[in-house]
């Protein structure tokens, strides 16, 4: 198996460099918005008088204007500045932002002047896990479907991983404070870590309300359909597991921008019942706990710190199937380390990361359209471990330390190119992913 991981990774390592070309159109799930800025500082305290946007093609503007914490006839204020940056970023649909007040006569005239994303975008789909390497294909996104900031997008990859993808989702919030996510997934590859090939249909749908400005509640429903190919995997005696879930989560969001933050927390709580009561295969209950700090030591430098944990009831070949277990190692999860090196029923991984803003995110035109481009360098730290019992959870603690570079792009957020170690006999382990790590620690393949 190492022998095949090392293959796997000077592979993994070939592939991606050559989507780095394209990588400005390559897969993900949001379109974010990067290269911002509030010109002046005031004059704050002042009426405004008028708002007047600019650049918009494919979202309507009283989309826009309700996610704007300043309004005409109200007073213009340095927190509704910051707010309106913020929530025109969570729209995940520009490229730019600029936010410019003027004063005339004793009022103020802000002038809002966005960039779109383009209306339809072919790209270059990637997934990258450190189980199964880079699978590539195709996809297609409208970034703003009937000009109302909901993304479509459906995606085609081919490699080691077959998968097909189809998604729809709303921005943080829409208009009535309502926000939804519906995602479905076929997946077809070799589980090189339990041993068996796997068919798997997975439907999700997440839907609630957003609270204020950065709260929302919300509650999730999903379904999974996974075959296997050798008896003893599934908890159904036909080898195929049907198992429904349903749920709700709690999610914070204080970040000073989503595409490429520098400041604020962000949490994610939610609680699971799979099976059981819902019918199907299996019955357990799963919890996530998802603490994210991003902490600014200057205009460039910023401290990253991820917190996971994933809390599991039942019994691993009972109550819960075997590739529902955890397996931590990877530049998914825990760097400087291969797939495997742990596993358990439950899961806990930790993050310290300090990222140097090499180039800031700039903003380039194509036609009437932006994309952009931007890049860090980073030293990190992981630690976790992956258990059973209560004893285990401290015998199977790991740690791995490293460095490596991020390029800052539309649609996937980041690229991720990292250089670990960590366990014995390894010597410096290269990793490669794509958007935030925390991102992928919460997906079932990664």
């Known amino acids: 198996m190492p022998t095949m991981n090392c293959r796997r990774e000077h592979r993994l390592r070939k592939n991606v460099l050559c989507f780095l070309v394209l990588g400005i159109c390559a897969s993900g799930p949001s379109l974010p918005a990067q290269s911002r800025e509030i010109a002046g500082a005031g004059p704050f305290g002042r009426i405004i008088r008028e708002i007047r946007i600019q650049g918009l093609h494919n979202v309507r503007e009283d989309i ?95 490699g080691p991983l077959r998968e097909y993808e189809l998604q729809v989702q709303s921005p943080w919030r829409l208009m009535n404070r309502a926000w939804f996510d519906a995602k479905y997934n076929y997946r077809d590859r070799p589980n090189e870590l339990d041993h068996f090939r796997e068919h798997a249909d997975e439907v999700e749908i997440r839907a609630g309300e957003t609270i204020g400005r950065d709260w929302r509640i919300g509650g999730r429903f999903a379904f999974i359909s996974l075959a296997s190919d050798k008896p003893g995997i599934a908890l159904s005696p036909d080898d195929r597991d049907r198992t429904p879930a349903l749920g709700a989560l709690l999610e914070y969001d204080g970040r000073d921008l989503r595409s490429n933050p520098h400041k604020g927390w962000h949490a994610i709580f939610d609680v699971t019942q799979n099976g059981g009561w819902l019918g199907g295969d299996g019955d357990f209950r799963t919890a996530q706990f998802d603490v994210r700090r991003y902490q600014p030591l200057g205009a460039r430098h910023v401290l990253a710190l991820f917190s996971f944990a994933t809390l599991q009831s039942g019994v691993v070949g009972r109550d819960v199937p075997l590739y529902r277990n955890y397996h931590i190692g990877g530049g998914n999860s825990l760097r400087g380390w291969r797939p495997d090196a742990r596993r358990g029923n439950n899961q806990f991984l930790n993050t310290l990361e300090y990222r140097y803003e090499l180039i800031p995110p700039r903003s380039f035109r194509v036609s009437r359209f932006g994309f952009y481009l931007g890049a860090q360098l980073a030293i990190f730290g992981d630690l976790g471990s992956a258990w059973d019992g209560g004893a285990d959870f401290s015998r199977n603690m790991i740690g791995g330390g490293g460095f490596g570079i991020r390029l800052l792009m539309p649609v996937v957020d980041m690229i991720r190119i990292d250089f670990g170690f960590g366990q014995s006999g390894e010597g410096i382990l290269s990793h490669f992913g794509l958007r935030e790590k925390a991102d992928y620690a919460r997906f079932r393949v990664r």
Request: aromatic fraction near 4%; charge should be neutral; avoid cysteine.
């Open 64 to 158: 826009v204007r309700d996610q704007l914490d300043s309004k005409a006839g109200r007073p213009y204020t340095e927190e509704a500045s910051r707010n309106d940056t913020r929530s025109l970023d969570r729209l995940g649909v520009f490229s730019s932002i600029r936010i410019t007040p003027s004063l005339v006569e004793s009022d103020v005239i802000l002038d809002v002047e966005v960039q779109e994303l383009v209306r339809l975008l072919p790209f270059p789909s990637i997934n990258v896990t450190a189980e199964n390497g880079v699978s590539a294909g195709l996809g297609v996104k409208v970034p703003s479907l009937l000009r109302r900031a909901v993304s479509v997008s459906a995606a085609a990859r081919f």
